[in-house]
């Protein structure tokens, strides 16, 4: 009997060694219950890799409502430097604009600067700042809303169309919760957008038309003390009308961790819960510390040179190396055939190259966002050289080396070699003189020829002359 539970007791002992064995080798993750909502479509994003973690109907063409507003504020952004222009509101900015819907109550001719309707756009939504804007940029409505969708189609938002910048009701204009997101990612890598709409109010000072202050409030409830706040959200922008229902596109941040949630066709207040419990799932997840660069596999090569009396020679190539292996945080199961390296690094080198040497820079992306980068070093040191015998030196005529580079895949820089019997400042005055000389020989033997031709046919009249006078003393 005893030995029957000590068998026992082994094989149950066994198998929680090999079940640990497992789970360490082959990095099973725990499973996360799914995030609970009722929103038509949702998608949760990764802000850093573009990597989406959760979604639902993220393909479903719906109605997006002032949410559009996020690509007009990207637009107007990338268009305008300075932020203290004024925006004069036109005729049809305000009077077109419905007064039921969402409006700060502007006046014809009345003017804000570009910063003051950001703001008023972002937190308040309102619908004809959205259209002064436009006319500010590009001119017209219909100009900056061809802007609205080229700028869409080249973030890969290929089911978006937008009719108009402020999201009221209109045929056609359609979006997605996975184009939105992308939307969002783009928004949020500009300093000036995520200042904005992580303010909770702001104050549009009088104007010459408002003698009193215009008091915003951020329509977010995310972000104001309350039932519905997340301390993890940097920023929403929110949208209603009839045919959309509620939309809502959110920024968090958690330590490092970014995340993007789009929310289409949603409920009040629906769309904050949807919001955080996708939150709350996507924070939960597992981020593995993943090395996305390694400094032994990636190695450029950069030629050294050294000017002598009697040209330029190489003597050697420095090898350059990383710092350091960069390490980032990336959701399990990402595709790290996403990942572009940018190695920035001199086509050639002058000696002495000393070991150590800060020589240039590898950046990494991911679908266009910096993720890490680190510093490229000499690996050794490349001294001046000095030849015991007289040497026909050579001068290298460089091809352009390509740096950027994918799937870990080393640059390699390509040269080849001139014999010259002439130092290199002689040889570029040669070609600095070459053309002038060779149209001055040209021209000088020209002169010569037409001289000779011109001495010629005056031998030969004079011979006529001689030879035939009568006929030529009536001429």
């Known amino acids: 009997m005893k030995i029957l539970f000590l068998i026992v007791t082994l094989y ?11 789970y360490n080798n082959d990095n099973d993750l725990p499973e996360i219950a799914p995030p609970q909502y ?3 479509a949702v998608v949760l994003m990764d802000a850093n890799t573009g990597m989406v973690l959760y979604q639902s109907g993220e393909g479903e063409r719906l109605y997006p409502a002032s949410i559009t507003k996020v690509m007009t504020a990207l637009v107007v952004l990338e268009q305008i430097d300075d932020l203290s222009e004024r925006v004069e509101f036109s005729d049809r900015a305000v009077y077109t604009t419905p007064r039921y819907t969402s409006n700060i109550a502007m006046n014809a001719r009345e003017t804000l600067s570009v910063y003051e309707a950001l703001n008023a756009l972002m937190l308040a939504s309102a619908n004809e700042v959205s259209l002064a804007l436009a006319e500010h940029v590009s001119g017209s409505i219909e100009a900056f809303v061809e802007l609205m969708n080229r700028r869409a189609q080249s973030l890969g938002a290929y089911d978006t169309y937008f009719v108009n910048p402020s999201g009221l009701p209109a045929e056609g204009q359609v979006t997605t919760a996975y184009d939105f997101a992308l939307i969002m990612r783009e928004a949020v890598r500009h300093p000036m957008f995520v200042d904005i709409i992580s303010a909770r109010r702001f104050d549009i000072p009088p104007t010459e038309r408002q003698p009193d202050v215009r008091m915003l409030r951020n329509t977010n409830e995310l972000i104001h003390p309350g039932p519905l706040f997340n301390p993890y959200v940097i920023g929403s922008k929110t949208g209603w009308t009839t045919l959309a229902g509620h939309t809502l596109v959110t920024y968090a941040r958690q330590d490092d961790r970014r995340l993007i949630v789009s929310v289409l066709g949603g409920s009040t207040p629906g769309q904050f819960n949807d919001t955080t419990a996708l939150l709350n799932f996507g924070f939960a997840l597992p981020f593995v510390p993943t090395q996305i660069f ?21 003597i050697g190539h420095a090898t350059l190396r990383a710092n350091e292996d960069i390490y980032f945080d990336l959701p399990a199961g990402f595709n790290m055939a996403d990942l572009r390296y940018n ?13 150590g040497d800060d020589l240039g820079r590898v950046t990494i992306y991911v679908r266009g966002v910096r993720i890490g980068d680190a510093q490229l070093l000499a690996v050794e040191s490349v001294q001046e050289y000095y030849p015991s015998i007289a040497e026909a030196p050579y001068t290298p005529y460089l091809y352009v080396a390509e740096t950027d580079i994918a799937n870990n895949t080393p640059d390699v820089v390509y040269y080849a070699h001139e014999s010259s019997l002439l130092p290199a400042w002689l040889d570029d005055y040669l070609l600095l003189l070459t053309i002038p000389l060779g149209v001055s020989a040209f021209t000088l033997f020209a002169s010569l020829l037409l001289a000779r031709r011109r001495k010629y046919s005056r031998r030969m009249l004079h011979a006529r002359y001689a030879r035939y006078p009568e006929y030529y003393r009536y001429r």
């Open 38 to 40: 009722s929103a038509q």
């Open 12 to 22: 149950l002992l066994a198998g929680q060694i090999t079940s640990l064995y497992a």
């Open 343 to 355: 190695l920035s690094v001199p086509q050639a080198l002058i000696a002495p190259v000393q070991e």
């Open 294 to 314: 390694d400094s032994a596999a990636n190695t450029p090569t950069v030629p050294v040179y050294q000017h002598m009396e009697d040209g330029r020679k190489q």
